[in-house]
């Protein structure tokens, strides 16, 4: 009996008395997995083409995912979002993508509920569900799920991998990296403090080596829980990198040009029953000709160029492979591979970002849509041999995505197959399953996470942080492993910056050019393919079958109301606004010396489309040396050293080296002060002052745009890619040392007159619907 009010007794499920004799000890269930619970590994590759994997036709070698698929399942009919972060958005939640508030890459939000670019509280992701259900989660890689705005150190990190179920996580937050020098690594909620990589280092051997250390570590803790592994390559997502031993093994390999590699990937389509036998190869005037030269027509010097960019893409597949090889035999070692549920796949079509003729300048490519001048150099000319390596960021030329894509039209971004279907191979030998092999039915990207739960025998949760959960789109198709012959997905809608597609049944509805106002969302240009009997849309039945065109393009809006589409983009301003909560990134900072580089986004809104200025305060010994500031990498970017006793000015304009020495400077105090100024035809003029007197000029470089400077602002070093790579031969990131750097101040001018940036106010309202 209590004279007093108890409290604190709730929820115990034991006997309390006031001394531990007269009580009985309680605990509460913690979260167990069932007994022979199955390993989960879902290794997601970037921009990788449907062709581009052995099970799919591809000439490149990939023992280990063709071993996975051999005693497996291959999905020839699976597709997934046009980008992205939609794509990986609606693989985690099971949502479709704008549901899931990803109706575009990780960017903007432009204050719309299907473009939030962050996942929903109340939407579980997989790790979320699994870790409820007894698994260690970890991921590794690329995650793109967090707002750009985001990612810098101070964010709210709600959206960040460990708020959403990861236990663990090791990789690039960003949408992309250099592989050789990657920008930024955060290992769970901080930045890795690492000044330079060694020679050699390549972030895919990493990526691997921390996914074995995670299995490995859970191992020596606990023989038999169950783990959740999200790999998520950064390769092949450009710039396009590989180490140089797997770019020598596939030396000469295409010097046949890609139209004879897209004919002979698509005859073995045919022979794997990949693609049926009625499927015709696109021609050139649908398959974008326009944007691919004719090998034939090639100078010599053309063609070693073009083929040396496709040697280290297929050396970079090969390197994805090694990595299924590294895990499948830790795995087997452990005794645990057999009841490991393995999936790879990629997350949407090949990409044709490289242009007509590739490029050894990836951010140079940014520049589209900018008033940029006339002489824009968009690939640098350097040796060619150099591509793959850690000196320049490149991308392959558009003949090569095509035959990624083979046997579809079209790339990464678009509605059309090459945009969205991809190659997915799954894996369980342990499976009480005895039909393997093909598969031919429609799966979509959000069924992924309901099946892995089924197959898991983990349930959904009912609820997350004490809201009911927003129920998933996607349904397992566990029933599709099973049965050859079961019914897959019967429609699903896509969208990607106002281009529309929908697939019902054996008829797909795709509409390649935004709709205006005045046509209406479900107007426009429409065009009608029957798939089955077509599935390389190359015959257009919308002027023959007008009522089932109109019938599908209205079920399309309603599809999109229901799924949070709207609104589409018809002034082409949509991703310009941005909540006013933003203006305080592009605030001056002073910047401490030898930390980790400022976030790439906070750094560049110091820095993008605007003039700005740089104070340096220091004091100089006698043998004085070392970087004062550096933003960038080998992809653009600029530094303020000192070197044999001077100030020198080095610019990187996208591979375009240009520098600026100034004179010696004595011993003692001084400012150092860097100015950038906007110059017409979005260039910068660039003038050092010492103690207020005009000391070196680079006078006219282009601007530096879009996702450049990419490696955010280190103080007192050159943080990993190099700006400069001649001081990099001779001192790495060559450390200031000999003096003090007092104080570094960045002050940002006003912005260019070509940043279409609008900041909104925040408050509070009611959703309104227009009509």
């Given at each position: 009996m209590t004279t007093g009010e108890a409290r604190g007794y709730e929820r115990f499920g034991g006997r309390v008395g006031e001394f531990a004799s007269d009580s009985t000890p309680w605990w509460p269930a913690r979260p167990e997995a069932r007994e022979g619970a199955p390993n989960v590994i879902v290794m997601l590759i970037d921009d990788l083409g449907f062709s581009d994997l052995g099970p799919f036709g591809s000439e490149i070698p990939t023992p280990n995912i063709d071993a996975l698929a051999d005693g497996g399942w291959v999905f020839s009919n699976y597709r997934t979002a046009p980008m992205c972060s939609p794509a990986r958005a609606a693989l985690l939640t099971g949502l479709n993508?704008?549901?899931?508030?990803?109706?575009?890459?990780?960017?903007?939000?432009?204050?719309?509920?299907g473009f939030t670019c962050e996942l929903p509280q109340h939407a579980p992701t997989l790790a979320e569900s699994l870790r409820a259900g007894?698994?260690?989660?970890?991921?590794?890689?690329?995650?793109?799920?967090?707002?750009?705005?985001?990612?810098?150190?101070?964010?709210?990190?709600?959206?960040?991998?460990l708020q959403r179920g990861f236990d663990r996580y090791f990789g690039s937050m960003d949408g992309f990296t250099s592989l050789h020098h990657p920008h930024r690594l955060v290992r769970d909620n901080s930045v890795i403090d690492v000044q330079e990589f060694p020679d050699g280092y390549f972030l895919t051997d990493q990526l691997t080596d921390e996914a074995l250390a995670m299995i490995d570590e859970l191992r020596t803790s606990d023989r038999s829980k169950p783990f959740f592994l999200y790999y998520a390559h950064t390769s092949v997502h450009g710039p396009i990198q590989a180490k140089e031993a797997d770019i020598e093994k596939f030396r000469g390999r295409y010097v046949a040009g890609w139209n004879a590699l897209r004919e002979a990937r698509f005859a073995r389509q045919r022979e794997l029953g990949i693609v049926p036998d009625h499927a015709e190869l696109p021609a050139e005037a649908l398959a974008n000709g326009d944007e691919i030269p004719q090998w034939e027509g090639l100078s010599d010097e053309e063609r070693t160029l073009f083929a040396r960019h496709m040697e280290v893409y297929a050396a970079a597949v090969h390197e994805i492979d090694q990595s299924v090889g590294r895990l499948t035999a830790r795995l087997e070692e452990l005794g645990e591979l057999e009841n490991t549920i393995i999936l790879v796949m990629s997350d949407n079509g090949g990409t044709a970002e490289g242009g007509p003729t590739g490029t050894r300048s990836y951010f140079a490519q940014f520049g589209h849509g900018l008033p940029v001048a006339s002489d824009w150099v968009r690939d640098v000319p350097r040796d060619p041999e150099l591509i793959g390596g850690p000196r320049l960021f490149?991308?392959?030329?558009t003949g090569w995505a095509r035959v990624s894509n083979t046997p579809f039209r079209s790339f990464k971004g678009s509605t059309y197959e090459g945009g969205v279907h991809a190659p997915l191979v799954m894996s369980w030998p342990a499976a009480p399953i005895e039909a393997r092999g093909l598969r031919d039915q429609f799966v979509f990207v959000s069924d992924l996470a309901p099946t892995i739960l089924e197959l898991a025998g983990v349930p959904p949760l009912a609820e997350l942080r004490g809201r009911p959960i927003q129920e998933p789109d996607g349904a397992s198709v566990v029933g599709v492993l099973a049965d050859p012959a079961a019914p897959g997905r019967e429609s699903q809608y896509f969208e990607i910056i106002g281009r529309r597609g929908f697939v019902d049944g054996e008829w797909k509805a795709v509409s390649p050019v935004p709709p205006t106002k005045e046509q209406g969302a479900a107007g426009g240009t429409w065009e009608l393919y029957h798939l089955s009997e077509d599935p390389t849309e190359v015959h257009d039945l919308a002027a023959q079958r007008p009522e089932l065109t109109i019938e599908l393009a209205e079920r399309w809006r309603k599809e999109a109301w229901n799924n949070a589409v709207f609104p589409l983009d018809d002034?082409?301003?949509?991703?310009?606004?941005?909540?006013?909560?933003?203006a305080r990134l592009a605030e001056a900072v002073t910047l401490p010396p030898f930390r980790p580089p400022l976030e790439r986004f906070r750094s560049a809104k110091l820095t993008v489309l605007r003039s700005f200025t740089v104070e340096i305060d220091t004091v100089l010994g006698t043998d004085a040396a070392g970087v004062l500031v550096a933003h960038g990498d080998q992809g653009g970017g600029y530094l303020l050293a000192i070197d044999h006793g001077a100030p020198l000015l080095s610019y990187n304009a996208y591979g375009d080296m240009h520098r600026a020495t100034g004179t010696a400077l004595t011993p003692g105090p001084h400012r150092l002060t860097i100015h950038v100024d906007e110059l017409p035809e979005l260039r910068w003029r660039i003038r050092l002052d010492i103690d207020d007197t005009l000391d070196a000029e680079i006078p006219?470089?282009?601007?530096?745009?879009?996702?450049?400077?990419?490696?955010?602002?280190?103080?007192?070093?050159?943080?990993?890619?190099?700006?400069?790579?001649?001081?990099?031969?001779?001192h790495r990131s060559y450390r200031f040392t000999g003096g003090e750097l007092l104080n570094v101040r960045y002050i940002p001018g006003a912005p260019s007159q070509y940043d279409r940036t609008v900041l909104h106010a925040i408050d509070d309202a009611v959703a309104q619907i227009a009509d």
């Open positions: 993508p704008h549901r899931a508030g990803f109706g575009y890459v990780a960017h903007t939000d432009p204050g719309y509920p007894g698994y260690a989660t970890f991921l590794v890689g690329k995650w793109h799920l967090t707002l750009e705005s985001r990612l810098h150190d101070a964010a709210d990190k709600s959206s960040w991998p490149s991308q392959y030329p002034t082409g301003a949509l991703h310009a606004a941005r909540p006013v909560t933003e006219s470089v282009p601007m530096l745009l879009g996702m450049a400077p990419f490696t955010g602002i280190s103080i007192g070093y050159d943080y990993g890619g190099p700006i400069d790579w001649n001081l990099h031969e001779q």
